[in-house]
């Protein structure tokens, strides 16, 4: 597949469980195999020709149902938002004071002061998620990546955390990966649709709509 992202889209790949999302974000963090043996270019550049996957990453933030599983350190709200200035699961540097006021400005314009110092081990689902969120905005990178941001939440929880990554759209360039559609109309206006790992459709949201 040909697939092109410019600076400032919102982009949705939608499709049906198991079309391929995932494994197409993936390519793009480099965090599958095919993303070394295809030809991607990321950031104006050639994947594999000579960044580091930490200088890639660093411009990329990342959140997944998978990475939320995986992150089960039982540290505060704010360590875990700190954690994503050195792309780590769990805290193991100290941070800077210019680091630590960029989190507590995150919290605050996200409406999570409240989490700050809870156990994130403790948080319930949704509030975990609306963390990691913070805590993948938090180096303000290029472009967010969420792969089914919402999936698993009760409707509550959809709405927060819809709201949020809409909110966020507005200032970044924004992949995320859905099979519901009403997700797709709430955050992003272009979409690609994609089954059996290749694009049906790419283009506005109105003209996939119009075609439905």
């Known amino acids: 597949l040909n697939w092109t992202v410019m600076k ?3 982009w949705s790949i939608t499709g049906p ?3 391929g999302k995932t494994t197409l974000l993936q390519m793009v963090t480099g965090d599958h195999p095919q993303a070394y043996a295809n030809d991607i270019y990321l950031f104006g550049k050639r994947r594999g020709s000579g960044e580091s996957i930490w200088e890639i990453k660093q411009r990329l933030g990342v959140v997944s149902s998978e990475f939320q599983v995986n992150y089960r350190k039982p540290i505060s709200a704010f360590d875990v938002v700190l954690s994503g200035f050195f792309d780590s699961v769990g805290l193991y540097r100290r941070a800077d004071s210019t680091q630590v006021k960029t989190a507590q400005d995150w919290m605050e314009r996200l409406a999570l002061n409240h989490l700050r110092e809870k156990r994130y081990d403790l948080l319930s689902f949704g509030e975990r998620r609306m963390i990691l969120l913070a805590r993948a905005v938090v180096k ?3 472009i967010l ?3 089914e941001p919402s ?3 009760d409707p509550s929880g959809r709405r927060e955390v819809l709201d949020l990554v809409g909110r966020l759209a507005q200032t970044k360039t924004v992949l995320l990966s859905t099979h519901i559609l009403s997700d797709v109309q709430q955050v992003c206006d272009t979409v690609g ?3 059996q790992g290749r694009l049906l459709f790419q283009g506005p949201l109105a003209a996939l709509l119009s075609r439905t």
């Open 193 to 195: 649709v994609i089954d």
């Open 8 to 10: 400032g889209e919102n």
């Open 151 to 153: 999936s698993a939440l």
């Open 140 to 142: 303000n990178p290029e």
């Open 145 to 147: 990546v969420l792969d």
């Open 17 to 19: 469980n198991g079309s």
